[in-house]
């Protein structure tokens, strides 16, 4: 049940970005939507450790980054703890292609609000929350990233 959810709420993504992108190309290639997807979801890494998380080699990242800051989805920020190290961070341009998908989710989450009782939305976090933390240790996101 869990994958039929995963892939309902990817399918609606499809969906709207499609229908939106009808009449024009789109500017983002499949691999830079999913690195778009991870620089926001690790809440502005440097270079290095996007390559890292990534599992990519340093120039290829510098690479990938290069073309989104080109195509005006990602920005690089001066640190202001260490001025030699730069954070990426997503352009408004990136966060209304992103608002595609969470938008639907806030949704789902209302209805879901909606629907159960308090008891069973504590329950549902309790869940969440132990899928995140503890049964997914393959995947893991800087405390300052974790925005999904």
């Known amino acids: 049940m869990f994958e039929s959810i995963y892939n309902k709420f990817k399918l609606h993504f499809y969906q709207e970005t499609f229908s939106r992108f009808q009449d024009r190309e789109a500017s983002l290639t499949t691999v830079e939507a999913f690195a778009m997807e991870a620089i ?17 080699s340093s120039s290829n990242a510098a690479y990938k980054i290069g073309s989104l800051i080109r195509k005006g989805y990602v920005e690089k920020v001066q640190s202001e703890s260490d001025g030699r190290e730069y954070h ?10 992103y608002r595609i998908s969470s938008s639907y989710i806030h949704d789902v989450m209302d209805r879901i609000r909606q629907r159960f009782s308090e008891e069973d939305l504590t329950k549902m976090g309790e869940i969440l929350t132990v899928m995140s933390e503890e049964l997914m240790p393959e995947v893991t996101v800087p405390a300052s990233g974790a925005k999904a």
């Open 88 to 97: 990426l961070r997503p352009t408004q341009k990136y966060l209304d292609y």
């Open 40 to 56: 926001y979801a690790l809440g502005s890494p440097t270079v290095h450790e996007f390559a890292e998380f990534m599992r990519i």
